[in-house]
């Protein structure tokens, strides 16, 4: 965890300013069997019945994400 915007934003605890929340990766801790896990995720919109969702991605597809190589603005 961090203070520093930048740091955040590289760690995947925040969205940038000219990113798009659906397609920027995020980080979740996550329960495993024997351990809790920091993984990379996109959240899903909200669904009619109200429920916002996650997929997990790998962490070559969240740092391409972030290196605009992928759409995400």
Same mark, same amino acid.
């Given at each position: ?18 990113? %798009?929340?659906? +397609?920027? &990766? #995020?980080?979740?801790?996550? !329960? ?20 916002? %969702?996650?997929? +997990?991605? &790998? #962490?070559?597809?969240?740092? !391409? ?9």
């Amino acid at each position: 965890m961090t203070s520093h915007p930048a740091e955040a934003e590289r760690e995947g605890f925040c969205v940038p300013q000219w990113g %798009d929340p659906a +397609e920027w &990766p #995020a980080r979740r801790l996550v !329960r495993g069997e024997y351990s809790i896990e920091l993984i990379w995720c996109l959240y899903l919109p909200i669904n009619a019945e109200g429920v916002a %969702d996650w997929v +997990e991605i &790998p #962490a070559h597809e969240a740092k !391409r994400r972030m290196s605009g190589d992928g759409k995400v603005f």
